[in-house]
């Protein structure tokens, strides 16, 4: 596997599920982030992490619960989902958090909450 | 409120022609801009970026134009080619530290052949 690789690809839960995403980077980067992308929406980032440390909470509601156990992984717990919370879920990582430091996206998963 | 926006949700352009794709921001903090293209069931990936202290960056095809002062950069292809068909995302940050990266919504470019 190379870059960021995201499971599943695609995920449809009832709203009393819990269920949770993997995002797994191969770049040998440190920080790690949850982004939301809704229809014609921008990119609404969620979580940020570098050095598996939460740096990074943008209002995100409780139902959604990072986990980041090492640098290489990034999890996305949820549970008790609204249909307004379907959406492209995307992962990146980044070498570092300072300006130069590109962010590289996995392909996202396709979450539909009915 | 969004303070970055691409107000052209699509553009169409012809194969080797110029696709110029527009990009305005709000907050004056922003001094560091980004252009991300992502392809259907692909993540976005990045193509160039442009620091405030430069008002131009070129890498091959794709030319990044900054105006500070009138808040606006634009992204210029050329020549345009079918497989630059994609999403075209702009981003702007602050620079120092870690600055969260702000997205607009999109611009779809069809190049047709």
């Known amino acids: 596997e190379t870059g960021v690789t995201q499971t599943p690809r695609h995920l449809v839960m009832g709203m009393t599920n819990k269920k949770s995403l993997k995002c797994e980077q191969h770049l040998g980067h440190n920080a790690m982030y949850w982004y939301k992308q809704s229809a014609k929406k921008p990119l609404e980032l969620m979580f940020v992490?570098?050095?598996?440390?939460?740096?990074e909470n943008n209002s995100v509601p409780s139902r959604f619960s990072p986990e980041c156990p090492n640098s290489s992984h990034l999890f996305l717990h949820l549970h008790t989902l609204q249909p307004e919370d379907s959406a492209l879920y995307l992962c990146a990582s980044s070498q570092g958090l300072g300006t130069g430091d590109e962010q590289y996206f996995g392909p996202g998963t396709r979450l539909t909450v009915t | 409120d969004q303070q970055v926006k691409q107000n052209s949700p699509s553009l169409s352009v012809q194969e080797g022609r110029i696709s110029i794709l527009n990009c305005d921001y709000t907050n004056s903090m922003f001094d560091y801009f980004l252009w991300y293209k992502k392809y259907p069931a692909e993540g976005p990936t990045f193509l160039i970026s442009?620091?405030?202290?430069?008002d131009k960056n070129e890498d091959g095809r794709f030319t990044v134009f900054l105006n500070k002062s009138a808040k606006h950069l634009s992204l210029h292809i050329v020549p345009s080619q079918p497989g630059d068909s994609a999403v075209y995302f702009c981003?702007?940050?602050?620079?120092?530290?870690?600055?969260?990266?702000?997205f607009g919504t999109g611009t779809k470019l069809q190049v047709i052949p």
């Open positions: 981003a702007a940050s602050g620079s120092g530290g870690y600055q969260k990266v702000t």
């Open positions: 992490y570098s050095l598996e440390e939460r740096v």
């Open positions: 442009i620091s405030s202290i430069k």
